[in-house]
């Protein structure tokens, strides 16, 4: 069990808990308030639901306390219930995402074979690193212009064939797993844990199988895959510069596509945030306690911004799981000096390259460890050309894909985005005392003033876990060994990079995700090392971040359209008119519309629910240059234009009328639809 430090003082606990709550009091109450939002109503609803949620947890840990025996149906219990949950909902989509996921455990064993040994690493690492393999085999068949479904269904079937041994091998794991979940998760945090992320879990899981409103999904990501599995192969996309950068995870939505559609690629990828979480308990159990590894696993899961970023078709987590398995395969090699664990390091850093340049951050940290560590573990010259290979082969190949479409493999990034700041702290009018300032204010100002940190309503998107614990991070007995070393040095350079490079949160998932365990670690020595007056503390205050993490993750994913899509009351399209704002627009112009026909938007980027094809503008300020409005409309004939009502005022309906004769065709409560008549 890990030991704390007991505060020297014995009124210093408390105290730190009434300023907790004084700091975070006022953004408590105001999440509670904005429930009254969507109608009055909707309040004391949710109250209600907290109340019936304390009085249902309450009985369930006193059950769990009197009959430990139920803590090992836990994890059986909750498979059983989101399996049947998405086989109800999208049983197609959930049958070829447990078809694929067999496919990938295959595929990762067999790149793996010798490394895993637990359950857990079982079914961690070998799926992780099948995922990456399937994207590389994606990729090499959208070259040579093969996105063909039947022959997606043949080698899915061939490897399915080849790998149905290795069913037996992953139930087993399963099992293993189970047999172990029940001494770490004895407790009343850890079964707290398990409540609330058990929640998580299902709001997550109704994002998952929803339509996409996302701005990046349906702006882009959605738009590649589909333009890929239309096309049977991989191509640029017209006025699309993303199209050139690493698309790791957009070819597995492509892969969705070609065999069913949005559900089942919104599934496949899905994976990843499960996959990071498990991630998390690997590294929690080997360098820190099995305790930890749950505990921190469970915070990850509930943190706001990483919930709601796990949930939609994004990739940032799958760049945060192949970021913290390159960590787990290097500080294996640290501890154990056995190259395969670098070499399994290096072929999750090409993975993690192969999603977005943005795995820079965490690449420079393990290039750092990895030369301090040649000192105690030198490479031979072979080793040091397998290594190449692998994360050239395994991960570059985007990068080569773009150097020979366009001569540079980062357009249209430059080198120079890696030590340029695009944050308010590199801001050259700032005096560099202002610029100390703002750069050291970053951990305050993400929890406090996150508005631009995350694209959400909130300005607390971090939670209040940090917060609300902070001083444990500060006890001694945390670093028990050099792994536990390691892990840490890395977090810590990770977030000193990404704080001098970027503000976004989402960017630094990998480096949450192992400050929570580390927290986790500590949170459950302090507990279990105290008297039951602090355990009990302890325990309330992370039931109170629990709410406020859950009143955010609410706010941010769900709204009466979705649980009436759940509900089946209403059908995907009339959730898309009243959850997605652009949506009725672009409805209404692909009732309209013809094949070959050409539609420009000021403002409306969801370009993914256009049936022709559809070039956007988009300024997130809204600060939008009537100059280039201009010249797109000149140098290309378009047949739609769809425009803000906030936009469509007469001067700039006057550069329009200039070039088209502008036929209003719709008009709602946030755009219009013109069709336009080229003059002359």
């Known amino acids: 069990m890990p030991q704390v430090a007991t505060p020297a003082a014995p009124y210093l606990w408390p105290a730190w808990i009434a300023l907790t709550l004084i700091l975070t009091g006022g953004p408590f109450l105001w999440h509670l308030r904005y429930f009254r939002s969507p109608g009055p109503p909707f309040l004391p609803l949710y109250l209600a639901a907290l109340t019936a949620l304390g009085a249902a947890s309450w009985f369930y840990l006193g059950l769990r306390r009197r009959r430990p025996e139920w803590m090992a149906r836990e994890p059986r219990l909750l498979?059983?219930?989101?399996?049947?949950?998405?086989?109800?909902?999208?049983?197609?989509p959930t049958l070829y995402g447990l078809w694929i996921g067999l496919v990938c455990f295959s595929l990762g064993r067999a790149a793996l074979p010798r490394l895993a040994e637990s359950p857990l690493e079982q079914l961690t690492l070998w799926p992780a690193a099948g995922l990456g393999l399937l994207s590389a085999g994606m990729f090499v068949l959208g070259?040579?212009?093969?996105?063909?479904?039947?022959?997606?269904?043949?080698?899915?079937?061939?490897?399915?064939?080849?790998?149905?041994?290795?069913?037996?091998?992953?139930a087993a794991a399963a099992r293993g797993l189970a047999a172990g979940y029940a001494a770490a998760a004895a407790g009343t945090l850890p079964g707290l844990c398990l409540i609330f992320a058990s929640i998580f879990a299902w709001t997550s899981a109704l994002v998952a199988l929803s339509p996409e409103i996302a701005f990046d999904p349906v702006s882009f990501h959605f738009v590649f895959a589909r333009?890929?599995?239309?096309?049977?192969?991989?191509?640029?996309?017209?006025?699309?510069?993303?199209?050139?950068?690493?698309?790791?995870?957009?070819?597995?939505?492509?892969l969705g596509f070609l065999l069913e559609g949005q559900q089942t690629a919104k599934i496949i990828t899905y994976s990843y945030f499960p996959l990071a979480a498990l991630s998390l308990a690997l590294i929690g159990r080997r360098w820190f306690s099995p305790r930890a590894g749950l505990i921190g696993a469970s915070l990850f899961w509930t943190?706001?911004?990483?919930?709601?970023?796990g949930s939609v078709a994004k990739n940032d987590l799958a760049l945060a799981l192949y970021l913290l398995l390159a960590l787990y395969g290097t500080t294996r090699w640290i501890d154990e000096k056995d190259f395969r664990w670098l070499a399994a390091g290096v072929l999750f850093l090409g993975f993690a390259f192969g999603v977005k340049h943005v795995a820079a951050l965490g690449a420079a940290p393990l290039a750092v460890l990895v030369v301090w560590n040649l000192r105690r573990a030198p490479l031979r010259a072979r080793q040091v050309v397998a290594l190449a290979a692998i994360f050239v082969g395994l991960g570059l190949y985007w990068h080569i894909r773009t150097w020979i479409l366009t001569g540079d493999p980062l357009y249209p990034e430059s080198a120079s985005s890696a030590v340029r700041s695009t944050t308010a702290s590199g801001h050259p009018h700032l005096s560099r005392l202002d610029r100390a300032k703002l750069y050291l204010s970053f951990p305050w100002r993400i929890h406090f003033q996150g508005l631009h940190a995350f694209e959400s309503p909130s300005s607390n998107p971090v939670g209040f876990f940090l917060v609300a614990f902070l001083p444990l991070l500060a006890l001694r007995g945390g670093i028990r060994c050099r792994g536990a070393r390691v892990l840490l040095l890395f977090c810590v350079a990770y977030f000193l990079y990404w704080a001098a490079i970027l503000t976004k949160v989402r960017y630094s998932i990998a480096a949450f995700g192992l400050l929570f365990v580390?927290?986790?670690?500590?949170?459950?020595?302090?507990?279990?090392?105290?008297?039951?007056?602090?355990?009990?503390?302890?325990v309330a205050l992370a039931c109170y971040c629990f709410v406020f993490s859950l009143s955010l993750t609410l706010i941010l994913e769900m709204n009466a359209p979705r649980l009436a899509l759940f509900a089946r009351?209403?059908?995907?399209q009339q959730f898309l008119r009243e959850t997605l704002i652009t949506y009725r627009s672009m409805e209404a112009?692909?009732?309209?519309?013809?094949?070959?026909?050409?539609?420009?938007?000021?403002?409306?980027?969801?370009?993914?629910?256009?049936?022709?094809?559809?070039?956007?503008?988009?300024?997130?300020e809204g600060n939008y240059l009537i100059e280039r409005v201009a010249r797109d409309l000149r140098e290309t004939h378009y047949q739609y234009l769809i425009v803000s009502n906030q936009w469509a005022e007469p001067r700039h309906m006057a550069v329009v009328e200039h070039y088209y004769q502008a036929e209003l065709l719709h008009h709602d409560q946030a755009?219009?639809?013109?069709?336009?008549?080229r003059r002359g």
Not at 79 to 92: D, E, G, K, T, V
Not at 145 to 159: E, K
Not at 303 to 309: C, D, M
Not at 569 to 572: F, H, L, S, V
């Open 79 to 92: 498979l059983i219930f989101f399996l049947a949950f998405f086989l109800i909902y999208a049983p197609l």
């Open 589 to 620: 112009m692909n009732r309209v519309a013809r094949p070959g026909e050409l539609a420009y938007s000021v403002g409306n980027c969801s370009t993914f629910y256009s049936t022709i094809e559809f070039h956007c503008y988009y300024d997130h």
């Open 671 to 677: 755009f219009r639809l013109y069709r336009l008549r």
């Open 143 to 170: 070259l040579a212009g093969l996105y063909h479904r039947w022959l997606i269904l043949a080698l899915l079937a061939v490897a399915g064939a080849l790998g149905w041994r290795n069913l037996s091998r992953l």
């Open 227 to 254: 333009e890929y599995a239309q096309s049977h192969r991989l191509l640029v996309v017209p006025r699309l510069p993303y199209s050139y950068f690493p698309q790791n995870v957009e070819i597995l939505y492509t």
């Open 518 to 538: 580390y927290l986790a670690d500590r949170l459950d020595g302090f507990c279990r090392s105290g008297s039951a007056l602090r355990r009990q503390s302890a």
């Open 303 to 309: 943190t706001p911004f990483i919930a709601w970023t």
């Open 569 to 572: 009351r209403i059908g995907p």
